[in-house]
């Protein structure tokens, strides 16, 4: 296309030829079109010139209506003079002319010298191009096209299918071209320039839109990327549980050793207390010294070392249990010293404490109340210390025997005295007998329940039956206290208290019976 307006000043001819450029450019499919400018020198010498005149492109055939029809749009708005060369294979059509209507009917020269196939085919192949598959308006189009070229049913179907290509939709140009790119991607992640070009080519060969294979492959990589950052994640998750699982088994391991370590020096305390306990309920002075130089040695905490102490002299001289918090120390240190008469107060003292009478005297009912624990825990240490003969179940034993008859009880212990007597059988407090040649069974009294010691020692029938009653039940479903004590231990058990006792509260007096 030249413009030949003489006329055209040689910068109106260039900006006229640059609009023209503009225009075919904007046309559907065109918008990469390379065009060859057509110059012509203008002036002379060092003044000389180049003068636009005109373009020179190709466009597949099926594009030519939308040229030409562009074209006759400017001569309609700008009629100037125009010269048109239209070339198909050995044939050309020229036009010179400045109106509309004469080069629109170039249109119909040229679509004759063209093969009605090779045009449908174009047209066919430029619309699949364009998105990858049929619109129906790009099937309505191809339908006028092929009725005014003259083509049957038949002949279009078999153009569009070899202009389509294998793959006739665009899913099905999808599926296979993500096939071929996941192919690639196996081999390679990212894809190179080569290979990418290749997949372009691939894309353009089937007809499948280079924006819809951009996305494909897009959309892979994210694929590629989320699934690696998975895998890189799991990975990491796996090396820090590795990592923490390794830490929690050397700390485990360092615990265990701490612990043997510990529980070693803890033996080797607890030996040393049996030492020094063995003749005594408290170690002495100098042993004190000693164990308290292995303390600090062995970083044992002294609640620890307390703990352990009680322990040992709960093994070697009877458990002191309590569920009420009642502190039978004293008890067994004055039974220890076979202290029999002040062991009984004692005695009582405690089962008034346990169950808060304020030193009134318990009745039925209140015995009833008396922790199982407790009344085990005091029986222990009486028979401990008696070896068998006293304790509440030597009393039960004598209870047993007399066929379970109170007043017999009573008299079998010798705490009665025949009914003849001046004083009913009633004898005072201060005639019982607190020594271990007692008959059996006679200690520990129960004064706790007596009303008044200065009217003589009663013990009503009632009480004797509650009490064996509740003891029965007590041996029923308890056991023996456990060795290790579950009361918990002032700072200064043993060490510094007075359980009224002559000498030192840590070397107890020599065992000796009390003489009434």
């Not at 076979?338 to 009984?344: E, G, T």
């Amino acid at each position: 296309m030249q413009l030949v307006d003489p006329n055209l000043s040689g910068e109106d001819a260039t900006t006229e030829v640059q609009y023209l450029q503009a225009d075919v450019r904007a046309l559907n499919g065109l918008g990469g079109l390379a065009m060859e400018v057509l110059r012509q020198p203008q002036g002379e010498g060092p003044f000389q010139a180049d003068r636009w005149r005109g373009v020179r492109f190709e466009i597949p055939v099926d594009r030519l209506r939308a040229v030409v029809r562009r074209l006759c749009d400017r001569l309609e708005d700008y009629p100037q003079p125009t010269a048109v060369e239209i070339r198909y294979g050995a044939m050309a059509v020229q036009v010179e002319t400045q109106e509309a209507e004469t080069l629109a009917q170039v249109i119909y020269l040229v679509e004759d010298m063209v093969d009605p196939h090779s045009l449908y085919l174009a047209k066919a192949e430029t619309y699949g191009h364009t998105h990858g598959e049929l619109s129906p308006a790009e099937e309505a189009n191809l339908e006028l096209l092929r009725q005014r070229l003259g083509l049957s049913e038949s002949e279009a179907n078999a153009l569009k299918s070899q202009a389509l290509g294998p793959y006739q939709t665009l899913a099905e140009k999808r599926r296979y071209f993500n096939q071929v790119l996941m192919e690639e991607l196996a081999r390679q992640s990212p894809l190179s320039e080569e290979t990418w070009a290749t997949l372009t080519e691939l894309a353009e060969s089937l007809g499948l839109p280079l924006a819809v294979a951009q996305t494909l492959y897009q959309e892979q990589l994210t694929t590629i990327q989320v699934q690696a950052e998975a895998i890189r994640q799991q990975r990491q998750a796996e090396a820090e549980a590795a990592q923490k699982a390794a830490q929690q088994a050397e700390l485990h391991d360092q615990h265990h050793e701490q612990e043997f370590e510990r529980q070693n020096v803890l033996g080797q305390y607890r030996e040393m207390l049996h030492q020094a306990m063995q003749t005594t309920l408290y170690p002495p002075d100098f042993d004190r010294g000693r164990l308290e130089q292995a303390r600090r040695l062995w970083h044992i905490d002294p609640e620890e070392a307390l703990r352990l102490e009680e322990v040992v002299r709960s093994e070697l001289y009877g458990a002191i249990q309590s569920v009420l918090g009642i502190d039978y120390g004293r008890l067994r240190q004055l039974l220890w010293s076979n202290l029999w008469r002040k062991a009984d107060e004692e005695t009582e003292n405690v089962i008034l404490k346990a169950l808060r009478h304020n030193m009134e005297p318990l009745d039925r009912n209140a015995i009833l109340q008396l922790p199982c624990v407790d009344l085990i825990t005091i029986d222990t240490l009486w028979s401990r210390y008696s070896q068998g003969r006293f304790g509440f179940k030597a009393q039960q034993q004598v209870y047993l025997h007399v066929d379970r008859r109170p007043m017999d009880f009573l008299r079998a212990l010798d705490w009665r005295g025949s009914r003849l007597s001046l004083t009913g059988g009633i004898k005072p407090y201060k005639s019982l007998q607190f020594s271990s040649s007692a008959p059996a069974g006679h200690l520990p009294t129960w004064r706790w329940c007596c009303p008044s010691l200065e009217n003589g020692y009663t013990v009503s029938e009632s009480v004797v039956e509650a009490l064996f009653l509740h003891l029965e039940k007590c041996l029923a479903t308890g056991s023996p206290p456990p060795s290790i004590p579950a009361i918990a231990l002032s700072g200064d058990h043993g060490l510094s208290g007075d359980y009224g006792l002559s000498g030192h509260p840590g070397t107890p007096p020599p065992s000796a019976p009390e003489t009434v």
